[in-house]
């Protein structure tokens, strides 16, 4: 049987179009190991871990507004991908931007937070005979 050559044509092309996946090769996509490798660790050990990534990529994380951010990935037979820029972008969207003033938005109080100030409050009003 005879090799036959394939043309990737801009229907086929993985690296054409807008895909999350297309857009993460265009940008020179790696394992998690690899690009964990570039990124320095904020808890003292030299570099960020690749199950950092995975779960970054899984589980998200929760910003400063509320939402879950998920780390942009894709998986392939022989294990999941990423690039730094979605690493870039991940944590940019973690990071509070701060208002024209210069001050930094506030950070959205959790429900606990949220539910002990109203019971503080609700036993102020009761106090003063609200």
Same mark, same amino acid.
Request: hydrophobic share 35%; charged share 25%.
């Given at each position: 049987?005879?090799?036959?050559? #394939? #043309?990737?044509?801009?229907?086929?092309?993985?690296?054409?179009?807008?895909?999350?996946?297309?857009?993460?090769?265009?940008?020179?996509? %790696?394992?998690?190991?690899? $690009?964990?490798?570039? $990124?320095?660790?904020?808890? %003292?050990?030299?570099?960020?871990?690749?199950?950092?990534?995975?779960?970054? #990529?899984?589980? %998200?994380?929760?910003?400063?507004? %509320?939402?879950? $951010?998920?780390?942009?990935?894709?998986?392939?037979?022989?294990?999941?991908?990423?690039?730094?820029?979605?690493? $870039?972008?991940?944590?940019?969207?973690?990071?509070?931007?701060p208002?024209?003033d210069?001050?930094?938005?506030?950070?959205?109080?959790?429900?606990?937070?949220?539910?002990?100030?109203?019971? #503080?409050?609700?036993?102020?009003?009761?106090?003063?005979g609200?």
């Amino acid at each position: 049987m005879p090799a036959t050559e #394939h #043309h990737a044509s801009p229907d086929t092309n993985p690296t054409v179009g807008n895909s999350p996946t297309a857009r993460l090769l265009r940008e020179d996509a %790696g394992s998690f190991a690899t $690009i964990a490798r570039q $990124i320095p660790a904020a808890r %003292g050990s030299s570099r960020l871990s690749p199950s950092t990534l995975f779960r970054w #990529h899984k589980t %998200g994380v929760v910003a400063p507004d %509320g939402r879950r $951010i998920y780390l942009e990935a894709f998986r392939t037979p022989g294990g999941y991908r990423t690039s730094l820029a979605a690493v $870039i972008r991940f944590l940019d969207q973690l990071t509070p931007v701060p208002l024209t003033d210069g001050s930094a938005r506030p950070t959205p109080r959790s429900p606990a937070v949220r539910r002990k100030a109203a019971e #503080h409050a609700a036993r102020e009003c009761e106090r003063l005979g609200l």
